[in-house]
């Protein structure tokens, strides 16, 4: 871990409420997100050294950006975790649903991956850590885009002008397109949760 990094920990700069927990070799976090939907938990085991950040959303990182329900500026994943590589460190960025259809993905999910990604390319920066690989997840239980598929064919195509990938083959692919000025391809994973009792409930190896 780079020496401004150590630096700041040591130093107390970071509010109290902004969860950031620093794991060893082979660490394990369990994610959690409590909604309206009720609770999802989700055990991560990782292989490098680490960095969690919990409830992004919650605390976001930056505060310049506009209000604009729009674009979702303001809006963040639930979870982020770096993960110290050979050559730099990869950012997980981690969305936990209950259900996803096309407008989930479209106006919540894929703008919560570009202003998070955003937000935590400035942590990185103040923390002196290079990026180098971006990986999103989203967990869910229901998938919804069949249903809305068979309810009305025509949703199954792109927004008109809208230069992204079909939302139904986007989501079932290994891919997320985020527009940054020009599309920009980030690795995606779907990671089906299992209920038990009230809780959504996964477990997942980066």
Same mark, same amino acid.
């Given at each position: 871990?780079?020496?401004?990094?150590?630096?700041?920990?040591?130093?107390?700069?970071?509010?109290?409420?902004?969860?950031?927990?620093?794991?060893?070799?082979?660490?394990?976090?369990?994610?959690?997100?409590?909604?309206?939907?009720?609770?999802?938990?989700?055990?991560?085991?990782?292989?490098?050294?680490?960095?969690?950040?919990?409830?992004?959303?919650?605390?976001?990182?930056?505060?310049?950006?506009?209000?604009?329900?729009?674009?979702?500026?303001?809006?963040?994943?639930?979870?982020?975790?770096?993960?110290?590589?050979?050559?730099?460190?990869? !950012?997980?960025?981690?969305?936990?649903?209950?259900? /996803?259809?096309? %407008? =989930?993905?479209?106006?919540?999910?894929?703008? #919560? &991956?570009?202003?998070?990604?955003?937000?935590?390319?400035? !942590?990185?920066?103040?923390?002196?850590?290079?990026? /180098?690989?971006? %990986? =999103?997840?989203?967990?869910?239980?229901?998938? #919804? &885009?069949?249903?809305?598929?068979?309810?009305?064919?025509?949703?199954?195509?792109?927004?008109?002008?809208?230069?992204?990938?079909?939302?139904?083959?986007?989501?079932?692919?290994?891919?997320?397109?985020?527009?940054?000025?020009?599309?920009?391809?980030?690795?995606?994973?779907?990671?089906?949760?299992?209920?038990?009792?009230?809780?959504?409930?996964?477990?997942?190896?980066?």
């Amino acid at each position: 871990m780079s020496s401004t990094m150590e630096f700041l920990f040591e130093a107390h700069a970071f509010r109290d409420d902004f969860s950031m927990e620093r794991g060893s070799s082979n660490a394990e976090y369990c994610l959690e997100e409590n909604d309206s939907n009720g609770v999802s938990r989700l055990t991560v085991h990782i292989a490098g050294r680490s960095l969690c950040l919990q409830h992004v959303d919650a605390h976001p990182v930056c505060g310049l950006w506009q209000k604009d329900k729009t674009m979702g500026w303001t809006k963040n994943v639930d979870h982020c975790i770096f993960e110290q590589a050979e050559n730099g460190w990869i !950012l997980h960025m981690v969305e936990m649903k209950t259900s /996803v259809g096309r %407008r =989930t993905w479209q106006e919540s999910i894929k703008p #919560k &991956f570009r202003s998070s990604y955003l937000n935590m390319r400035a !942590l990185a920066a103040i923390l002196d850590i290079p990026i /180098v690989e971006t %990986r =999103t997840y989203t967990t869910y239980l229901n998938d #919804k &885009f069949e249903m809305e598929a068979a309810a009305n064919p025509r949703i199954a195509h792109p927004y008109l002008g809208d230069l992204q990938r079909n939302p139904f083959t986007e989501w079932r692919s290994d891919r997320v397109a985020v527009n940054l000025g020009s599309r920009v391809l980030f690795p995606h994973r779907r990671i089906k949760m299992a209920k038990k009792d009230a809780c959504l409930v996964g477990e997942v190896r980066f």
